[in-house]
């Protein structure tokens, strides 16, 4: 496939030869990204990108789906065993179009949601200003605290008492502990709200048992198909059998038409990789990953939001170290290390050019990379801090990334082996 593209394509051919001698060579920390399977590669980007199949397995609107209905209700049969839900779609092309649906399916247009702020961490879908979701829905944002940068579960209801959202939002993309979605689902009931529970960051973390899952405390959980979940780019969501029509009717014909055969395909062999001893080891990895990354930065006298981790994601407060997120992430770039920059909560910067950096351990720990690995990360981007406007000392930091790098697999030799799975065939 690649030479034809090579021969007929120069251009692109060498710009992805370029992306994957990136993508091999860069320490990737940036939370919602990961390395996909070879096997999960080569679905996603197999035949199935020529098919149109509009509708669900069985109720399709065009012919020809001998195969497609036998894939689509592979990958939901899949979704429902490893997330244990009464219904799954598996057509969304993406978590921010899984959460529209996920409103539609249960608001009218006016109602009331309550998400986290962008700011404090939530997503734009939760009802940012910046979203359609606060055009069609009105929003109230609940934050976490500023201070100890953890939600304030008490606030939250006392928002929810005050303002009686038609839905509560949980989940996050930029909150590095453990959220309860228990609680939120109590919350919702109190004051008569749906809970929909959105876990695209850590729904591999949910899958592998680390964090307790939302499926029994929510209307409906939406996600990514591929941050820690580790799939192509796409969406699902799940809910209890009483939402399956509304949830299914508002993705298609609601929002979309024809979904992304060739990812759904790539979803559910991502979905039986999720269901093999190897990803919950990987699961935990992250994990440890993360709180290892998390100590040595705190040694280095970085400032953590909420004092560090419970999951795959750290979320520096750099306003000690008198640098800014921007600065900081173009200079770890330069060297190989790849991050984002973000607010904090109760940042006083703008979103454009905020206090703090995101990082995060999905992708190194797919590559192989433990504890140890750890150490000299932390280390790497202390020394990036230290010498902020030295590009000299960030070029020299840039090749000791590239040597740690360098000696974990890269993903076209990543195989999940299929050993003690029992998934429905
Ligand atoms: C990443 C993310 C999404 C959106 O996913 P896309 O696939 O980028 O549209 C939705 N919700 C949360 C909490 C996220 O972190």
Redesign the pocket.
Known sequence: MISALEMYDPQIYELLTQEKARQSGAIRLIP?ENYVSKAVMQASGSCLTNKYAEGYPGKRYYEGQQVTDLIENLAIERAKKIFNAEHANVQSY??????IAAYSALLDPGDMIMGLSLTYG?????GSKASLTSRFYKSVPYEVDAKTGRLDYDRIEDLAKKHKPRMIIS???AYPREIDFEIFGQIAKKVGAYHLS????VAGLVVAGIHKSPVPYADIV?T?S??TLRGP???ILLCKAEHAKAVDRAVFPGLQGGPHLHTITGIAVALAEADTPEFINYAKQIVKNAKRLADKLLEYGFNLVSGGTDNHLILIDLRNKGIKGRKLAKALDRAGIVTNFNTVPGDPAPPSDPSGLRLGTPAVTTRGMKEPQMDTIAGLINKVAQNIDNEAAIAEVGKEALLLSSQFFVPEHFIIPRKNNNFVE
């Open positions: 919602s993406s978590g921010s179009v899984a959460n939530g997503h734009l879908t939760h989940g996050a993309t959105d876990i695209a960051h939406s990514t591929h941050k780019r796409g969406g």
